[in-house]
């Protein structure tokens, strides 16, 4: 099973928010996940980020792979540089 760190898009219509969750990548992007790693809303100002570094760091060391724009919310987010200095070790 390929698992990806992704966004799931949540919110009424016209008002976006997104879940970092772990997915398998052969699901739908609002389908089935395995477990929700944080949150992203884009519309206030500035960006709300909340994001379980240590579940997303355990994540990234089994494999997952993080889609773009999860992994620049990774690296706002210090869990990218939590990840490569666990890996470097």
Known sequence: ?????????VGKTKQPQYRVVAADSRRARDGRFIEILGQYNPRTE???LSID???AVRWLL???QPTERVRKLLEISGA??????????
Not at 1 to 9: E, F, H, Q
Not at 80 to 89: H, L, P, V
């Open 80 to 89: 990218w540089a939590q990840f490569t200095a666990s890996k470097a070790k």
């Open 53 to 55: 570094n240590d579940k």
């Open 62 to 64: 089994k494999g997952a």
């Open 1 to 9: 099973m390929a698992v990806k760190l992704r966004l799931t898009r």
């Open 46 to 48: 500035p960006s709300t």
